[in-house]
């Protein structure tokens, strides 16, 4: 593998830097670990404000890792990141599957974990990945009781992220925003935003994603996700929808999103770029990260001067 | 609405190819057939068969990868 090129950050405009607030100053941006990603990781820790670790890949982890994970948790803020659980699932969540997590969370201490609004399994059929299931007042309640029960085993309550879906969950009562506030209220959990999935839902479903943002609880905001994705024009000529793999590098509907929270948020905000293969080279993970931060500095700095949207702004 | 009824027959949707084939051929039946109350059969049948063929696909795919590779973590910490 050729060694990843150095690139210098993208510099903050001085008639941006000048206005900006002090969350904005707290604001994080950091990458989601990567075993393939190890080395240029560690290469720019300077760059790197925070890492997410993907749990299910270290449930069964030799103590050694752990000790590894613990040890990198004490150099960055680390988020341990789950897909496993199914907690927007009618089933309850099970408790083998949540006491490993908690094991492992106990061992490596990180600032907090979380999982997706979804659904994994039922009645012993393995989906394989993250489902939306009926938005509904019953899914509300079943997602507040496996949230209360993962939170008392595992010692913490998870923020909650709204997932991707290539099918308008059928029986749904309640819209994605609305379905994902009463979860909020009814758990008292933190939202992991995912921009990427809120921008490909918004282009493959029809809607605004400005007005998706109007009806979250943006103060609930932990902290967000971006990714890439990919266009995808079906064989007989259907309508190309956007899929998101992870596999590209993020688009700028995805910046100029974060760049929207970011004007509307008043919490300091954490960002997580995912990348989950056909790995670039480190400096180009880099530039996205820089992206990422110019994003949330473009929005804060936005917010001091007029709050609004920061979308078709001048 | 049962969240819990209508989850089985959608994770059968996407991980059973016989089952989805019946359902595209009759779906009424099928859902009939597995329990589900009118209203629910009325939602599942309204399912653009694109998006259901999308989503089996993409599930599929997500089941056939293979697990990550080991973790080289041990390469900087394990002793």
Redesign the interface.
Known sequence: MAPALVSEPLPVPDQVRDRLSPEHARDRVGLGWR??L?AGI?AHLDRIDVLEVVAD??LA??R??R???R?MAQQVALHVHSIDLGLA???EVATARLEPLARLVGDIEPEGWSDHLA?M???G?????L?A??R?E??VE?TARNLRKAARIVGTMPALENIA???????S?LSEPDWISRIIAAAGCGLLLDVQNVHANAVNFGFDPLHFLDRIPIESIRYLHIAGGRW?T?A?G?KP?L?DDHLHEVTEPVFDLLAEVAARATQPLTVVLERDGDYPPMAALLGELDRARAALARGRARAQVQPGSVIGGA | ????R???F???L??ERTFREAFLADPAAVGAREGLSA??CR??A??PT???G??AR???S??NTKP????????????
């Open positions: 075993p393939e190890a560690f890949n270290y982890a030799s050694a890792h000790r590894g994970l040890m699932g009618a089933e659904f399994r039922a009645h059929i393995e989906i394989g990945h489902a299931p009926p509904t019953a899914s079943n879906t290539l099918i308008d969950p059928p029986g009562t995808i079906p007989d259907g929808y899929l | 609405m049962m969240q819990d209508l989850e089985r959608l994770a059968r996407y991980t209203e629910e939602a599942v309204a399912i694109d998006h259901l999308r989503a993409s599930f599929a997500k089941r990550p590779p080991p973790s080289i973590l041990s390469r900087f910490f394990a002793r």
